[in-house]
């Protein structure tokens, strides 16, 4: 979490762009039924318990409001309000949404928005690798959807790539991960959308996205990650574990048993084993000797 010092950062005409540009209804009535009323929308509070509705929602002037319990605010107001989001958790996320990047907002790995991948996450870039602020990717677009697109980012005020990144970001909603084999979500039925996941999935370094995947959606490996994990799986210098009744290392698959640090320092070893390209011998061996120097767990 970055401090809520940062709060302070951002500019009164930043917070103003972030509302213009959220449209409060969409946001509300993801939890909300909102049906149109006038220039307004009307629900049930979802503050207070009520079954004629008396909450409203004004999309031009970006608040809402509740006639039973008084109930008042804005877009951020309501995530802090229904999500339990910190102030800058909540512009993040409406920030993320609408496509703007968060001026002086440190980059940090666990929180930053997704990038648009390039062709191949698997292509370059290893240990703590530089992070360009974008990449380009070339994208085919039939001329009528070019056309419209060139509209929309009219209408938006932003570049068509800008509007583009958000369009993408904004779809990645909808598109379900397989198989997502964490258990301590609550929920464990529901469906997770791939940004919804986002900041789980996305790393700087590829081992530590490689992981990732694999811990929490493995369906979605490439051939190739599926090779390396499996070489990662079952190499015991790389897991945290015990030594059994009968004396040999064992360890359980799992995000919070996986030493990333070696890994990363491993990684273009275990890559090239995989793909053959290097001797298995090569691949860091453990020993009770070594992890007991070396393991301080
Ligand atoms: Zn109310």
Redesign the pocket.
């Known amino acids: 979490m970055v401090a809520t010092g940062s709060a302070m950062t951002l500019s009164p005409g930043f917070l103003d762009e972030l509302r213009a540009r959220t449209s409060l209804s969409t946001l509300i009535g993801r939890s909300v039924p909102l049906r149109k009323a006038g220039r307004e929308f009307k629900g049930c509070?979802?503050?207070?318990k009520?079954t004629s509705p008396?909450?409203i929602v004004n999309d031009e002037k970006g608040f809402y409001h509740?006639?039973?319990?008084?109930?008042h605010g804005d877009a951020i107001r309501f995530l802090t309000e229904t999500r339990g989001l910190s102030f800058m958790d909540a512009v993040r996320e409406l920030a993320d949404q609408a496509g703007m990047r968060i001026p002086n907002a440190e980059p940090e790995k666990h929180t930053a928005r997704p990038q648009i991948a390039g062709e191949s996450l698997l292509l370059g870039k290893k240990g703590g690798a530089k992070l360009n602020r974008s990449e380009t990717v070339t994208v085919r677009l039939d001329p009528k959807l070019n056309y419209l697109c060139e509209l929309a980012a009219r209408a938006q005020r932003r570049t068509k790539s800008s509007f583009i990144e958000w369009a993408v970001a904004d779809a990645l909603r909808s598109v379900s991960l397989p198989e997502v084999v964490e258990t301590e979500d609550f929920g464990s039925e529901r469906e997770v959308s791939i940004q919804e996941k986002a900041s789980q999935l996305w790393h700087v370094d590829e081992s530590d996205r490689v992981a990732a995947l694999a811990l929490t959606a493995p369906a979605l490996l490439t051939h190739e990650e599926q090779l390396i994990w499996r070489l990662i799986r079952e190499n015991g210098y790389l897991w945290r574990g015990r030594y059994d009744k009968q004396g040999e290392w064992s360890w359980t698959i799992g995000e919070g048993n996986l030493v990333k640090e070696r890994l990363r320092e491993n990684w273009d070893i275990f890559k090239e084993v995989a793909l053959g390209e290097r001797p298995k011998e090569d691949l860091p061996g453990w020993s009770k000797s070594l992890l007991d120097d070396d393991v301080p767990f």
């Not at 509070?45 to 207070?48: D, G, L, T």
């Not at 509740?66 to 109930?71: I, N, P, W």
């Open positions: 509070c979802p503050f207070h009520e008396s909450f509740c006639f039973g319990c008084g109930a």
